[in-house]
C-alpha cells in the first residue's frame, strides 16, 4: 500500500508524516511549516521544460569549442570529442575514456534516461517500476560526474596562465556544456519518482 493510500502525505523539507486534509487545498506540515502535496506539482511539465531545453543546448556544447590551448601564441579551438580524439593519438588513451565516458556518453545517456522515464510515466510503457526506479537512481548517481569537463577546465584556467608562452581559454561550447548539465540534474530533481509506482499496474512490482 503507498502512503497516500492511507492518506499521509510526506514532507519534502522534514520528511514529516501528515495526514491529508480533505477539507484544505493547501495543508502545511505540522512540523516545519512547508507546503505539503501528494505529489510535486506539475513534476512531469517541469522536467519535461528542463529536459528539452538541455537537448537544445546538448547541440552546441558538442559542436562549439570548449577550449583553446595556446602555446608559444598558437593554439586551435577544441570540441569535446576533438579533445578525446587529441588524446588518443598522444596515447592518453585512459584519460580520453574517462573524459568521453563523462563528457559524452553521462549527459547522452542522462538526457535519454529520463525521457524514458517521462514516456514510461505518461504512457504507462510495459517496463517495470523497479526498473524505471534502478534507471532513475542511477540517473541521479551519474550525475555528479557529469561536472568532471568543467571542473579541469576552470583548474587550467587558472592554473595556467603564461601569457603568450601557454594559456588556456574556456569557449562557448563550456558554457553551453556546463548548462546541459546543470539542466539535467535539476530535471532530475524535479521529477517525482512516486509517480512511478503511481503508474504500476502489475503485481510484481509491489512483492
Not at 135 to 163: H, K, P, Q, T
Amino acid at each position: 500500500m503507498r502512503a497516500i493510500d492511507a492518506g499521509i502525505l510526506i514532507c519534502t523539507e522534514c520528511h514529516e508524516l501528515n495526514k491529508q486534509d480533505a477539507d484544505t487545498d493547501e495543508q502545511v506540515c505540522t512540523r516545519c511549516g512547508a507546503l505539503v502535496h501528494a505529489r510535486r506539482p506539475n513534476s512531469v511539465m517541469r522536467t519535461w521544460a528542463l529536459l528539452v531545453t538541455a537537448a537544445l543546448l546538448y547541440i552546441p556544447a558538442n559542436v562549439l569549442p570548449i577550449m583553446t590551448v595556446s602555446s608559444l601564441g598558437q593554439g586551435d579551438p577544441s570540441t569535446i570529442m576533438s579533445g578525446v580524439i587529441q588524446l588518443v593519438q598522444h596515447g592518453m588513451i585512459p584519460i580520453a575514456a574517462v573524459v568521453f565516458i563523462a563528457s559524452i556518453l553521462v549527459p547522452t545517456f542522462k538526457l535519454v534516461g529520463i525521457a524514458l522515464l517521462l514516456f514510461s510515466v505518461q504512457r504507462r510503457q510495459p517496463l517495470s517500476a523497479r526498473q524505471r526506479i534502478w534507471m532513475y537512481r542511477f540517473i541521479e548517481f551519474i550525475g555528479r560526474w557529469s561536472m568532471l569537463d568543467i571542473f579541469v577546465i576552470a583548474i587550467l584556467v587558472a592554473v595556467v596562465n603564461f601569457g603568450r608562452l601557454a594559456s588556456v581559454e574556456a569557449n562557448l561550447g563550456a558554457i553551453a556544456f556546463a548548462s546541459v548539465v546543470i539542466l539535467t540534474m535539476l530535471a532530475a530533481v524535479t521529477f517525482d519518482p512516486r509517480l512511478i509506482w503511481d503508474n504500476t499496474e502489475s503485481d510484481d512490482d509491489h512483492d
